[in-house]
């Protein structure tokens, strides 16, 4: 935390620093509205005797956060798409039990159906939804093995395909 004292320097805690320094950069981009080249970065850096190993050390853990970050983001568009697609089942096939009900004399049997579906439906918000938790990450390390071996398998054909092509 903070240490002010009126007539004696003032000191930070790291984390103060790095608050501090995270909104001046912030504030100075706004106000210029301007990004910053990587020797820029490199010019800070060494102006806070920050190594160039430390700083790539930094970038490659930035740039593999951002890459998992994105990888959720397709996660959470695929899972929410695949909901889609079990509403719109679940609207059909509630629609053929309402009509069929209504054309056989009223509504009795199928009321029963939409509420069995509407939990089930409710039940599949939530899942689909919830971004958190112990179940999400299982279902999200599934999806992403999933996903990088369609992409290993996906580049390997490419290859075999060009190799072989005419």
Known sequence: MTTFHPNSLRSYSQEDVQQILQLAIARQVDDNDQEFSYQQIVE???????????????????????????????????????????LGNYAIINIFFLGMNLISGGLSWSLYILLACGLAISLDIWNTFQTKGEDYEIAFQRWNRNHQIKQTINTVLNKWFKVFSP
């Open 44 to 86: 800070i850096a060494t102006e806070l005797q920050i190594s160039p190993d430390i700083l790539q050390q930094a970038e490659r853990d930035w740039l593999g956060k951002q890459n998992e970050v994105e990888q959720r983001q397709a996660f959470n568009l695929y899972r929410q798409s695949k909901f889609k697609k079990r």
